[in-house]
């Protein structure tokens, strides 16, 4: 997963940098919901958070904050982990995930102060085009263990089965 994660950042940073390169078109025009979906590949750099949140922040507040959030994050998964009960096939998925993608996006802060993010998803609707946040494979990973989190959580859970014992006979039969 983390392999997947670096080497596809760098593929976009090398392969996407540049004024004059244009975006990579994988999917458009796709009609659906009366809008035009598309997708494409077209370098971000994210000095921030989900959605840029902290983005603009200088790098004395933004950098250590974002270690230390990852930094508690991979103690808590590795220790949750550690924790599971093997009914919980959903998160012994979804915590490696969610690792795996916090991971990737940490080595990108560490290496470039910033996350390259690469995936352009949008619509177009009455000729304007409306743009997810772009995001990364790392971001896809975090995601699909997020929702494995919710199939778990929201799961009936099974109540452990009370084991029927005979009496130990007395001391005196």
Do not use: C
Request: aromatic share 12%.
């Amino acid at each position: 997963m983390l392999a997947l994660d670096l080497g596809s950042k760098e593929w976009a940073a090398t392969r996407l940098e540049g004024k004059n390169v244009e975006p990579i078109v994988i999917i458009e025009g796709i009609e659906a919901f009366g809008k035009t979906f598309a997708l494409h590949f077209d370098l971000a750099k994210n000095p921030g958070g989900a959605w840029g949140v902290l983005g603009k922040q200088p790098d004395w507040v933004r950098l250590p904050f974002f270690f230390l959030i990852s930094a508690l994050a991979v103690v808590f998964i590795v220790s949750l982990y550690r924790k599971l009960e093997p009914r919980q096939w959903a998160l012994r998925w979804a915590l490696p995930l969610v690792l795996g993608g916090a991971l990737g996006n940490l080595v990108d802060r560490i290496r470039h102060q910033h996350v390259i993010d690469f995936i352009d998803a949008f619509y177009i609707e009455a000729g304007k085009a409306t743009h997810w946040p772009t995001f990364n494979v790392a971001d896809i990973w975090i995601v699909a263990g997020v929702i494995l989190m919710g199939i778990d959580w929201f799961s009936p859970k099974a109540k452990p089965r009370k084991v029927e014992r005979e009496p130990a006979p007395a001391a005196g039969d």
